[in-house]
């Protein structure tokens, strides 16, 4: 299982970013994915799932209504749309499934 995020980086608060991870070593149209996120000193929270068709999805109470999760299983990727982004969104953010994770894209929000 390999699992490589990509597109994180500097914002601004109130600005976006999309995340993509790239996925292989497994059927990945066959299992859910769900993007997690580790702020400095904290535990790995989920942030947000995806079931394997897409149709169902959920996320954190935290990120309700800014965040949007998705996937495109004939890339085999899964993404995630952060708008509105906070400065407590700042994280070091992974994707995961299976028990495995990525190596994680750092995402800051700061002025």
């Known amino acids: 299982v390999q699992l490589v995020e990509s597109g994180g980086g500097l914002v601004q608060p109130g600005g976006s970013l999309r995340l993509a991870c790239a996925a292989s070593?497994?059927?990945?149209?066959?299992?859910?994915m769900t993007w997690y996120r580790q702020a400095p000193g904290k535990e790995r929270e989920p942030v947000a799932t995806?079931?394997?068709?897409?149709?169902?999805?959920n996320y954190a109470d935290s990120v309700k209504g800014r965040f949007t999760i998705s996937r495109d299983n004939t890339k085999n990727t899964a993404y995630l749309q952060m708008n509105s982004l906070k400065p407590e969104d700042t994280a070091v953010y992974y994707c995961?499934?299976?028990?495995?994770w990525g190596q994680g894209t750092q995402v800051t929000v700061s002025s």
């Open positions: 995961g499934t299976l028990g495995y």
């Open positions: 070593g497994f059927t990945f149209s066959s299992y859910a």
């Open positions: 995806i079931s394997v068709t897409g149709s169902s999805t």
